[in-house]
């Protein structure tokens, strides 16, 4: 029996109404739009989804292949072995003393931010342009959120006397918030100095906020030399990070949150949904990553790689797209660009682009490049920016490339030209066709 049309418009009027008319989340949306253009063979560039182009370490995906008959459930806050090398590793690379309790390991990142934000019932407040998860997140659970926006001419960064100006205006010193804070930071490809966190630690401190500090990117600072704000203040800041980004494994969807004691009931509301929900992060995952935050020298050595790789080729794209008039920052961490286009707004507005969904609309249309426009970061959708993600290159044949050059000199000016060529002919692309005459 067939089920009338009425019934079924019918049924989605009992959709929970912070889910109604929500679509997939913007970065998985632009891939599957490549894929169906792809499938139609058009060549794309593919610069819209976030995702590390390096493969997970050799070291890393031999100790999976030995964990698989890994098969009991684990613990709700994480394998132990796991939590104590989470610790450690952010002892190593922060300079922090964490305590193993203080990790939960979920799965992914994201989910763990959706976890605290359902956990903790308060403001969550996000300088923007920002991820493009932390405010559906809010709204799906309905959480009030409050948008700090940030310009080009600060590159990109919260000051502390923004924050200031934002709590004082509330007029309620104390109420209950989670600051978002990301850096190195997607999409704009800067991060924060040590004194700019330390200013932002004594805001946060004066104004009892909880700083949920995601710095997924944090080993991707391309000199090495990433700052944690917990070093400013320890006792009020969740450090949220994963295995995604820097070890090159979004797909195994591992994610860590380390909590200061004096915020163990968040951790502990958390574990109890968790406990609820998705129970365990798988246990072959969980028992492979021990050998990632272990970051044997092998391990060291892919990442400053990496890292060489990725700073040479963000300065070269930004170099590119500065050249064709647009406004953009160097990158010093990550592989995100913030590509501001309104220095050609009049050219483009005489071509029928006058926001950024139809500008990147258009940019895919008539150049197979993949970019994500400026209102999926909490941007107003005139905005004339968008996001690049510099990724689109074989990140294993660049590796293999890149360890025939010794560390501590830099890459050949034609190693980006040879060995990420995609990235810089998309760029290119995006460079003509922007200041292409009508
Ligand atoms: C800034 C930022 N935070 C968090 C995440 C979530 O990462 P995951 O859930 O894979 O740990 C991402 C992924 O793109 C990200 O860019």
Same mark, same amino acid.
């Given at each position: 029996m067939s089920i009338p049309q009425s019934m079924n418009a019918d @049924? +989605?009027? +009992? #959709?929970n109404l912070n889910v109604r008319g929500m679509g997939l989340s913007a970065t998985l949306d632009i891939n599957e739009r490549c894929r169906q253009l792809q499938q139609q063979n058009h060549t794309v560039y593919k610069l819209g989804l976030g995702q590390s182009?390096?493969?997970?370490p050799a070291p890393v995906v031999e100790a999976l292949r030995v964990a698989a008959p890994e098969k009991d459930y684990l613990p709700v806050l994480g394998l132990p072995a796991l939590r104590e090398a989470v610790a450690e590793f952010h002892c190593r690379q922060d300079q922090i003393p964490f305590h193993p309790d203080g990790v939960i390991i979920g799965p992914g990142s994201k989910e763990l931010m959706f976890l605290v934000q359902l956990a903790y019932y308060g403001q969550i407040i996000v300088p923007s342009?920002? =991820?493009?998860?932390y405010l559906p997140q809010a709204r799906v659970i309905g959480r009030t959120d409050k948008i700090i926006p940030k310009s080009f001419g600060n590159g990109w960064r919260l000051t502390a006397e923004q924050l200031t100006e934002s709590f004082e205006r509330?007029?309620?010193?104390?109420r209950p918030r989670l600051l978002v804070l990301n850096y190195p930071?997607?999409? +704009? /490809?800067q991060t924060h100095t040590a004194d700019e966190l330390k200013e932002i630690a004594e805001v946060a401190r004066r104004f009892r906020a909880i700083v949920l500090s995601d710095e997924i990117y944090g080993p991707l600072h391309h000199q090495g030399q990433h700052v944690s704000i917990a070093r400013f203040y320890p006792e009020g800041t969740i450090v949220s990070s994963g295995l995604s980004k820097w070890c090159g !494994? /979004? /797909? =195994?969807r591992l994610g860590t949150f380390y909590f200061p004691p004096d915020l163990y009931w968040l951790r502990d509301a958390m574990a109890a949904v968790a406990s609820e929900t998705y129970? +365990? $992060?798988?246990a072959p995952i969980q028992h492979a990553a021990v050998h990632a935050f272990h970051t044997d020298v092998r391990i060291e050595r892919y990442l400053w790689h990496a890292r060489r790789i990725l700073a040479a080729l963000g300065s070269q794209c930004a170099k590119i797209l500065i050249q064709a008039g647009l406004r953009v920052h160097r990158p010093v961490g990550a592989f995100y660009l913030y590509v501001d286009f309104s220095p050609l707004r009049r050219q483009l507005a005489s071509r029928g682009i006058t926001d950024g969904r139809r500008l990147t609309t258009r940019l895919l249309e008539e150049t197979g490049v993949a970019i994500l426009p !400026?209102?999926?970061?909490? @941007?107003?959708?005139?905005?004339?920016a968008a996001r690049l993600a510099? $990724?689109?290159?074989d990140g294993a044949q660049a590796l293999a490339a890149s360890e025939?050059?010794? #560390?501590h000199e830099p890459l050949p000016s034609d190693f980006t030209q040879h060995r990420c060529e995609r990235v810089l002919v998309g760029v290119q692309r995006v460079a003509e066709w922007v200041t292409a005459r009508n």
């Amino acid at each position: 029996m067939s089920i009338p049309q009425s019934m079924n418009a019918d @049924r +989605s009027v +009992s #959709l929970n109404l912070n889910v109604r008319g929500m679509g997939l989340s913007a970065t998985l949306d632009i891939n599957e739009r490549c894929r169906q253009l792809q499938q139609q063979n058009h060549t794309v560039y593919k610069l819209g989804l976030g995702q590390s182009p390096f493969p997970v370490p050799a070291p890393v995906v031999e100790a999976l292949r030995v964990a698989a008959p890994e098969k009991d459930y684990l613990p709700v806050l994480g394998l132990p072995a796991l939590r104590e090398a989470v610790a450690e590793f952010h002892c190593r690379q922060d300079q922090i003393p964490f305590h193993p309790d203080g990790v939960i390991i979920g799965p992914g990142s994201k989910e763990l931010m959706f976890l605290v934000q359902l956990a903790y019932y308060g403001q969550i407040i996000v300088p923007s342009p920002c =991820w493009v998860s932390y405010l559906p997140q809010a709204r799906v659970i309905g959480r009030t959120d409050k948008i700090i926006p940030k310009s080009f001419g600060n590159g990109w960064r919260l000051t502390a006397e923004q924050l200031t100006e934002s709590f004082e205006r509330d007029n309620d010193d104390y109420r209950p918030r989670l600051l978002v804070l990301n850096y190195p930071n997607n999409p +704009s /490809g800067q991060t924060h100095t040590a004194d700019e966190l330390k200013e932002i630690a004594e805001v946060a401190r004066r104004f009892r906020a909880i700083v949920l500090s995601d710095e997924i990117y944090g080993p991707l600072h391309h000199q090495g030399q990433h700052v944690s704000i917990a070093r400013f203040y320890p006792e009020g800041t969740i450090v949220s990070s994963g295995l995604s980004k820097w070890c090159g !494994a /979004g /797909g =195994w969807r591992l994610g860590t949150f380390y909590f200061p004691p004096d915020l163990y009931w968040l951790r502990d509301a958390m574990a109890a949904v968790a406990s609820e929900t998705y129970t +365990s $992060v798988s246990a072959p995952i969980q028992h492979a990553a021990v050998h990632a935050f272990h970051t044997d020298v092998r391990i060291e050595r892919y990442l400053w790689h990496a890292r060489r790789i990725l700073a040479a080729l963000g300065s070269q794209c930004a170099k590119i797209l500065i050249q064709a008039g647009l406004r953009v920052h160097r990158p010093v961490g990550a592989f995100y660009l913030y590509v501001d286009f309104s220095p050609l707004r009049r050219q483009l507005a005489s071509r029928g682009i006058t926001d950024g969904r139809r500008l990147t609309t258009r940019l895919l249309e008539e150049t197979g490049v993949a970019i994500l426009p !400026a209102v999926c970061f909490a @941007r107003p959708p005139e905005e004339l920016a968008a996001r690049l993600a510099y $990724v689109d290159f074989d990140g294993a044949q660049a590796l293999a490339a890149s360890e025939n050059i010794p #560390l501590h000199e830099p890459l050949p000016s034609d190693f980006t030209q040879h060995r990420c060529e995609r990235v810089l002919v998309g760029v290119q692309r995006v460079a003509e066709w922007v200041t292409a005459r009508n």
